[in-house]
């Protein structure tokens, strides 16, 4: 998978990514799947997120793939976004491409 490029089409998410409302970034990542090749993650920082969020976007890569789409991340993963990787055991023995999507290591 490739970094984003100038004409990837970027969606900034919400600064909530919780089970709370999660329901409503799937509708909103899915909508905009639906319209776009290439999405674009931007997730801020500050960003609360967990578990659901992840599997989310775990489900949206899978989706986008299946139409030849792609889903990115903006920037590599940081604060909860990151945590919960951890926590979730994400980051063990990750393949080269999760490597590489979740924290734009650079594969070989």
């Known amino acids: 998978m490739s970094s984003p490029l100038p004409g990837d089409a970027p969606l900034t998410l919400p600064a909530t990514l919780t089970i709370k409302n999660i329901l409503a970034v799937q509708e909103l990542i899915l909508d905009f799947l639906n319209k776009n090749t290439t999405t674009v993650l931007d997730i801020d920082e500050e960003a609360q997120i967990d578990l659901s969020f992840v599997q989310l976007v775990t489900a949206a890569r899978k989706q986008a793939?299946?139409?030849a789409g792609r889903?990115?991340?903006?920037?590599p993963a940081t604060g909860d976004l990151y945590d919960v990787l951890k926590r979730g055991g994400f980051l063990d023995?990750?393949?080269p491409e999760a490597a590489h999507f979740w924290l734009h290591q650079e594969t070989n």
Do not use: H, I, N, S
Not at 71 to 75: D, F, N, P, Q, T
């Open 65 to 67: 793939e299946m139409k």
């Open 71 to 75: 889903v990115l991340l903006a920037r």
């Open 93 to 95: 023995d990750m393949t």
